[in-house]
């Protein structure tokens, strides 16, 4: 990689446009970057890395947004243009940070967004590649094979980081070593194996968890069977060796055990069986001789009691016999009963209609009665027609005076019709207005609307825009007021700063003592130190008033931003509320609201309006329907009422030959059917009541005879002697029940069985069940021993399986943790095998180191005469520190190895610069051997005599022998003399620039 051109614009403490020529400067092959501390030498390597990267090095980068130069003018944007020779390739680059800016059109900034450009030059001239800043990041990082880290490490090379990782400890080492190697892959394999040796440990700690939890359960179940005081349980520790074999061995003793249990348990429960079985059998025995004696006296007593009763069976048989007796008599008695009522019922009906009949009747037969009926029924027949011919008049009648009312009820229709059709005209031309009015009503509020959402937001841009220019202009006082005293207090320590730097050799000096070597001119002799003056400035004076300007700076950039912000919002809210006042925006906004609600009440009517106009028509169409039906149904009328008027005369005159003296044919014809029902009623009771005395009178007789062939004297001893049937059922069952007790009685008295018990000594069961009660509690305990020491047998054997199981389970598992563990004790150099302790991220660094440390030491054994060489230490580091990356130097004069620490100020330059060059070739072969044109070391030169000042010039004039340019960043004053070739910053108060000085130029 080589550098051709970098041109920076309001970047950093540059305010204008600045270009740099590095084919010019590095046509010498070393040239000097100098100028006065702060005026801008690390900006111009800020900007090279910000081309190439979009960032600073190292802590810079958090400062990026603040990129912009303070001193740059408004309309000048920042930027960065790199041009580049890479790969073969010709590459311009141009990147921008995000920036605020004036705007194009109005007042006031707006923010820009940050913007790359990759250019490449080919025959045709420049030809854009990418403005994507993620693809030129990608197409740099593969043409330069490094990340920013590792570019600013080996391009950039800064001298003070060199000398702190010389004197550093080994783990301070590693860190800059691992970001520069990218070992990060080897840190992750020590942490997946460290990962896996926990997870192998997890899993056998788990295994020997779950069987020692199996032990626990298997000493329960074994209970007092495993006496925890011969035998207890292992106490190892999950995890430790040895466990899984304690447990088993452990488990084989208790299974002994509790076989030996279970077996006495079995023969207990076989001899508690044999003396239940006895006992059962005796108190069966007692109870079957006790139940017999039972039955033997109760057997007697029944007999007793049916002796006693023997009269009163007696009695009840002779009742049953009178009973069935009686039974025979008992149809013809409910024969004349019922012959009885029926004659009775049949007097009382005859007496009843007879008093309806006229006197001249009452004594009339039944016959005389009938033929009446006859005469009165054929003189209803000749009146059904007159009847029906007076129900039609009626009927008629009914008929016109309906034809009036219906003729009476259209006529007052039909005016109504009329006057409400005479006014349609004038009701439809209402309507349509209405609907036209709402209409037009709506149309404005929607323009009104339109107009009102516009006006409020000029409205609310107008009260803004006043509340922002009130505050643009409290600002803009207190902008004026913080940069004077931001001037001021940047003049002040500006001339403070340079009166120290008159009078810093009096300071130095202050700090000599004679024997020590000056840090300037290293001379251990001071004849003439510089003196003090009065107006002396120390370093705690300008460190104030500095302190004091950085404030006052960052007081007037906070009230800038703010001002900044106010203006850009004044100036949005100016243009929305486009020039008009805020008070007539308010008038205007407040009628528009009230013309759009008044105009809204107005069309909301629209619909009601259109929905009265259609019933208004439907309301006319039906009515001229009506009007129309109702002309029709009075036609009809006239029509109906003329035929009716005719055919009610006819009937007339039949009605009145009809009806005679009545009021009425209907009248005549009823007082007719009454006659004929009342002698028709007659006339039937009369016969029913003869009926009824003649059956009467045949049964009484069949009665006497019944009772008298049953061997009653009269029919009532008869029907005394006669029982219900329920009765009847009852005492035939009270005498079956007598005769079904003799027989069991005698059936139980001659039972051989109950005879034989009644003969010997009374039973007594109780004691007998008390016998067996004890054998079977004897028996329930004895089993209960022995399922218990069965289940603890089973559960012990089932348990015992499961353990050898997890036993075999666990082997694999510990073999696995057991190599794993080894391998992570390795890779962490925790390991007995590991005998430096070495990590494995640190012998992958440590073969780097070595490969650097042999690279550094050609160009420190030249640096240093010859006297010097570097070399890589892997001796074990004290305590608990990283072994492997030692760093130490070997001095020719003494023939001993030394820590790096013991160097001089001087030599610690020379050999950071040479360890500085070695790492820079080491990272570039490890990047893949980019060819490195171009690069800068930054200060330390101040520390070295003239002779060594000469040898490390050389060094680097050396690197122009593979065409490499180095350019110098230092303030040493000798450097100016010995380097022609030199970039010069220079500060002022408008902002820093670059001046060229070449051979060709003259200085």
């Known amino acids: 990689m080589r550098l051709h051109r970098l041109r920076v614009s309001a970047f950093g403490p540059f305010g204008g446009t600045h270009e740099i020529d590095f084919d010019e400067l590095s046509a010498a092959g070393l040239f000097l970057l100098h100028g006065p501390t702060g005026a801008g030498k690390t ?23 603040a990129l912009r130069s303070d001193h740059a003018e408004p309309g000048t944007r920042t930027e960065v243009q790199l041009e580049l020779t890479a790969g073969g390739r010709r590459l311009e680059i141009t990147r921008g940070p995000e920036q605020l800016r004036p705007k194009k059109r109005g007042t006031g900034s707006t923010t820009e967004k940050a913007w ?80 896996l040796r926990r997870a192998a440990e997890r899993r056998v700690t788990a295994a020997d968890e779950q069987l020692l939890a199996l032990a626990h359960r298997m000493a329960q179940a074994a209970g007092e069977a495993a006496d925890p005081a011969e035998h207890p349980l292992p106490d190892a520790a999950p995890g430790r060796p040895g466990l899984a074999e304690a447990v088993l061995e452990w488990a084989a003793v208790a299974r002994t055990h509790v076989r030996e249990r279970y077996e006495i348990a079995a023969s207990a429960v076989r001899a508690a069986e044999a003396a239940h079985r006895d006992a059962e059998r005796d108190s069966e025995a007692a109870a079957e001789r006790a139940r017999l004696q039972r039955r033997h006296a109760e057997a007697r007593r029944r007999a007793s009691a049916l002796e006693e009763a023997a009269a009163e069976r007696a009695e009840v048989r002779d009742r049953l016999d009178r009973a069935r007796a009686a039974a025979r008599v008992v149809p013809a008695l409910e024969l004349r009963d019922a012959a009885g009522r029926d004659h009775r019922a049949a007097s009382d009906t005859e007496r009843r209609l007879r008093r309806e009949l006229p006197a001249a009747l009452a004594e009339a037969g039944a016959g005389r009665l009938a033929a009446l009926e006859r005469e009165r029924r054929e003189d209803l027949g000749r009146l059904a027609a007159a009847r029906h011919a007076e129900d039609r008049a009626a009927a008629i009648s009914r008929e016109q005076r309906t034809l009036d009312r219906e003729a009476e009820a259209d006529e007052e229709a039909l005016a109504e019709t009329e006057r409400w059709l005479c006014a349609w005209e004038s009701t439809r031309d209402a309507h349509r207005e209405r609907i036209a009015g709402a209409r037009e009503a709506l149309t404005r509020a929607e323009t009104l609307r339109a107009e009102t959402g516009p006006a409020e937001h000029r409205l609310e841009a107008a009260r803004r825009r006043d509340d922002l220019t009130g505050r643009t202009e409290a600002a803009e006082e207190r902008l004026r007021v913080l940069r004077d005293r931001a001037g001021d207090a940047r003049q002040r320590w500006l001339d403070l700063r340079e009166r120290r730097l008159l009078g810093i050799a009096a300071e130095l000096a202050a700090g000599l003592v004679p024997g020590t070597e000056c840090a300037v001119c290293g001379s251990t002799e001071h004849p003439r130190p510089a003196a003090r003056t009065a107006d002396h400035v120390g ?23 703010e001002l900044r912000s106010l203006a850009d919002a004044l100036a949005a809210a100016t243009g929305e509320a486009d020039g008009a006042g805020t008070a007539a925006l308010r008038e205007t906004v407040e009628r528009l609201r009230r013309e759009h609600a008044q105009a809204r009440t107005a069309a909301a009517g629209l619909s009601a309006a ?41 009937l007339q005159e039949e009605l009145a030959r009809a009806r005679g003296s009545a009021g009425s044919v209907a009248e005549r014809a009823a007082a007719l059917e009454r006659e004929t029902a009342a002698l028709a009623g007659a006339a039937a009771a009369v016969r029913a009541a003869g009926e009824a005395a003649r059956r009467l009178k045949e049964a009484d007789a069949r009665l006497a005879d019944a009772a008298y062939a049953a061997g009653f004297d009269t029919p009532a001893a008869a029907a005394g002697a006669a029982l219900g049937d329920d009765r009847r059922r009852e005492l035939q069952g009270r005498l079956d029940a007598w005769q079904a007790e003799t027989v069991a009685v005698a059936a139980e008295l001659a039972d051989p069985d109950v005879a034989e018990a009644a003969g010997r000594p009374p039973a007594d069961p109780g004691a007998a069940r008390a016998v067996l009660e004890a054998a079977t509690a004897r028996l329930r305990a004895a089993s209960a021993a022995e399922a218990g020491a069965d289940r603890r047998r089973a559960e012990l054997d089932r348990l015992s399986t499961q353990a050898l199981d997890g036993a075999r389970r666990l082997a694999p598992l510990r073999r696995d943790h057991e190599r794993v563990a080894r391998l992570a004790g390795l890779a962490a150099g925790t390991s007995a095998e590991n005998a430096r302790k070495m990590r494995l991220e640190s012998y992958v660094l440590a073969a780097r180191l070595e490969q650097v440390a042999a690279a550094a030491s050609l160009r420190l054994q030249r640096m240093s005469a010859g006297r010097y060489t570097l070399v890589h230490s892997d001796a074990r580091a004290p305590g608990r520190g990283r072994s492997g990356l030692g760093l130490h130097v070997i001095d020719a004069w003494t023939g001993r190895e030394r820590d790096t620490a013991t160097l001089s100020g001087g030599e610690t330059f020379f050999a950071s610069l040479a360890l500085a060059l070695g790492l820079a070739d080491v990272v570039t072969d490890e990047a893949g051997g980019a060819r490195l044109d171009t690069l800068f070391i930054d200060e330390g030169f101040g520390s070295l005599d003239e002779q060594t000042l000469d040898e490390v010039l050389d060094v680097l004039d050396s690197l122009r022998e593979r065409d490499r340019a180095v350019g110098i960043v230092s303030h040493v004053p000798d450097l100016r003399r010995r380097v022609p070739a030199r970039l010069e910053v220079v500060k002022t108060r408008t902002g820093s620039a670059v001046r060229h000085h070449t051979v060709a130029a003259g200085g």
């Open 610 to 650: 259109e929905e009265a106009l259609d019933r208004a028509e439907r309301e006319r169409e039906r009515r001229l329907a009506e009007q129309r039906e109702t002309e029709r149904r009075a036609a009809a009328r006239t029509s109906r009422r003329e035929s009716l008027a005719a055919e009610l005369a006819s």
């Open 539 to 561: 370093r705690a004076e300008e460190e104030t008033a500095h302190t004091a300007y950085r404030a006052a700076e960052d007081r007037r950039e906070d009230a800038e931003r």
């Open 116 to 195: 790359t450009w990759l250019r490449q030059h080919g025959p045709d001239g420049w030809k854009g590649l990418s403005r994507s800043h993620q693809e030129a990041g990608e197409e740099i990082h593969q043409l330069l094979g490094m990340n920013k880290e590792q570019f600013c490490q080996v391009v950039l090379l800064p001298q003070g980081d060199f000398a702190r990782f010389l004197r550093a400890d080994a783990e301070a080492r590693g860190k800059l070593l691992g970001r520069l190697f990218d070992t990060r892959r080897f840190a992750a394999v020590e942490e997946r194996l460290a990962e």
């Open 43 to 65: 900006s111009v390597l800020d900007a090279v890395c910000y081309a190439l990267y979009g960032g600073v090095p190292g802590a810079r980068q958090a400062s990026l947004p």
